[in-house]
């Protein structure tokens, strides 16, 4: 099993963090993520970035759900980081 990190930053036109399009595409999507807000930096410059953990999705799909994110949210790049993981539920 895999969790995928998704690293969104502000778009690109507007310069605001669009968390209710991005809950949207992912609502759209999967039943269960966890979405953290945090700092990102690209090439120097400070950025509102949303950071959104998914475990047990295929990796067809984490692609898809970042092609999506970085159309609506006008993106050059959404970063996508994979992870071995081991969940249980308690």
Same mark, same amino acid.
């Given at each position: 099993?895999?969790?995928?990190?998704?690293?969104?930053? &502000?778009?690109?036109?507007? !310069? !605001?963090?669009?968390? =209710?399009?991005?809950?949207r595409v992912f609502n759209g999507h #999967?039943?269960?993520?966890?979405?953290?807000?945090?700092?990102?930096?690209?090439?120097?410059?400070?950025?509102?970035? =949303?950071? #959104?953990? #998914?475990?047990?999705? +295929?990796?067809?799909?984490? #692609?898809?759900?970042?092609?999506?994110?970085?159309?609506?949210?006008?993106? &050059? +790049?959404?970063?996508?980081?994979?992870?071995? =993981?081991?969940?249980?539920?308690?």
């Open positions: 099993m895999k969790t995928y990190l998704f690293y969104i930053g &502000q778009n690109n036109r507007t !310069k !605001k963090l669009e968390t =209710a399009k991005i809950e #999967v039943d269960g993520y966890t979405l953290q807000k945090a700092r990102g930096y690209w090439k120097s410059s400070a950025e509102k970035t =949303a950071i #959104v953990y #998914v475990t047990g999705i +295929s990796k067809p799909l984490a #692609v898809k759900i970042a092609l999506e994110l970085k159309h609506k949210l006008e993106q &050059q +790049s959404i970063l996508l980081e994979t992870r071995p =993981a081991q969940i249980e539920f308690i």
